[in-house]
């Protein structure tokens, strides 16, 4: 038996919204600058330990903030692959990336302004974060990540 969902369910498009598609771009970038930044931190320390200078961390924090580092950018990959298919947890998860990243970029940014060098750029990012953090965690995407592929699309299934 195959129903399909009532008028009143399904949207007048099943497009992704564009404020939800600027924060899956911000993710991905996140997730590629996360990815050299991980592999930043290595080669930095054995460059260090080659020349005899102090290491930026003991070896084997800095393997551990590397894997961190690109773990978090495989989890944010993910949700940017899997946006489309409007799971919740995928909003969840790019709330709690986004939020993380927010505060890492806003400390980024006082620690350069505590140096006396602010840096503008950073400044800018962490200005983007927080718009992608705002945008992921209202209500356009709460109602995009709510509705199910089959309703937001019209199509029938069967169960």
Not at 1 to 20: H, I, Y
Not at 69 to 91: D, I, M, P, S
């Amino acid at each position: 038996m195959q129903t399909t969902p009532s008028p009143s369910a399904t949207p007048m498009t099943a497009r992704m919204p564009g404020a939800l598609i600027f924060v899956l771009v911000v993710v991905a970038a996140h997730a590629l600058g996360t990815v050299f930044g991980g592999w930043a931190i290595l080669e930095e320390n054995e460059s260090k330990q080659e020349h005899g200078q102090d290491l930026l961390l003991p070896m084997g924090m800095a393997w551990f903030v590397a894997l961190f580092c690109w773990g978090l950018a495989a989890l944010q990959v993910v949700c940017v692959v899997l946006a489309r298919q409007r799971r919740a947890w995928v909003r969840v998860v790019l709330i709690v990336c986004l939020g993380f990243v927010a505060l890492s970029t806003g400390a980024g940014f006082l620690g350069s302004l505590a140096a006396g060098a602010p840096n503008l750029a950073v400044f800018v990012v962490a200005g983007i974060d927080v718009a992608a953090l705002w945008t992921v965690s209202g209500g356009t995407a709460r109602h995009y990540f709510s509705l199910r592929r089959h309703q937001a699309t019209g199509s029938s299934w069967t169960p």
